[in-house]
């Protein structure tokens, strides 16, 4: 079984399955596997926990390839964590030590088109009054995306989406201010030049500081029970917070 297992999963990840691939019926895997149908079906379901197979039913269902979806991984890491009783702090921490490798990064390699895509990130904050969580995070999740896909490391990119987005998740029930916004519009804009002029060491500190900062006026205000509930996906924001992922994805 874990052979069985093992086989598709490798095909899958190794792209020779694409999305959408239908591998036909439960039976015809037991023909070509030549396994009983226990062992196959019991393959079947580790490959659907995983989230690299869909059975469908009907004439034209079957077993078709889901291939991997970096949503369900956050959600799924998300859900492990509250169950952990993970500290937010411990989330807060993690994501600033990656942000601020991917910032002096992103002072090194980005691209004129990731300068572009950084400052186009700022505008909306820049050019508003609000004070809505909702708005601040997703305006914020733009920007934080921006830099860290102008590292060109990909493993980098990866762990920042997820991060930001179990953080900022979570972030959405924070009361935020029209000082606190002003501050972050100040170090976004801080940031950004730091890395137009290729300055790593001065990002890195900028990044550092900005994120820090977040995290004193949360313990401050006494908002940080707030952030425990890193499992919640309800509602508007996380549509858009994962709108927003995709539209910056490498």
Do not use: W
Request: hydrophobic share 40%; glycine share 6%.
């Amino acid at each position: 079984m874990d052979r069985l297992v093992n086989q598709i999963r490798d095909l899958i990840i190794g792209r020779r399955l694409a999305p959408g691939t239908r591998l036909g019926r439960e039976c015809d895997l037991v023909n070509a596997s030549g396994l009983s149908r226990p062992t196959v079906r019991e393959a079947i379901q580790i490959l659907e926990q995983g989230g690299l197979l869909q059975a469908k039913p009907g004439p034209k269902g079957g077993l078709i390839v889901r291939g991997l979806d970096a949503t369900q991984v956050v959600r799924a890491l998300g859900y492990l964590l509250e169950y952990e009783q993970t500290p937010p702090s411990d989330f807060l921490e993690a994501r600033k030590e990656v942000e601020v490798t991917s910032a002096r990064l992103a002072a090194q390699n980005a691209t004129e088109e990731d300068l572009t895509a950084i400052a186009e990130a700022m505008v909306e904050l820049q050019a508003t009054e609000r004070v809505d969580s909702a708005f601040i995070v997703d305006a914020s999740l733009r920007f934080h995306l921006a830099v860290a896909r102008a590292s060109r490391n990909h493993v980098l990119l990866r762990m920042t989406e997820s991060l930001i987005e179990l953080v900022l998740r979570s972030t959405v029930r924070v009361d935020f201010t029209t000082t606190l916004r002003d501050e972050m519009v100040r170090a976004h804009q801080r940031i950004f030049d730091a890395i137009r002029n290729r300055d790593a060491d001065s990002v890195a500190r900028r990044m550092r500081r900005h994120l820090e900062g977040f995290t004193e006026y949360v313990e401050r205000t006494g908002q940080s029970d707030r952030l425990k509930k890193f499992g919640d996906t309800s509602g508007d924001l996380f549509e858009r917070l994962l709108l927003s992922r995709t539209q910056l994805e490498v």
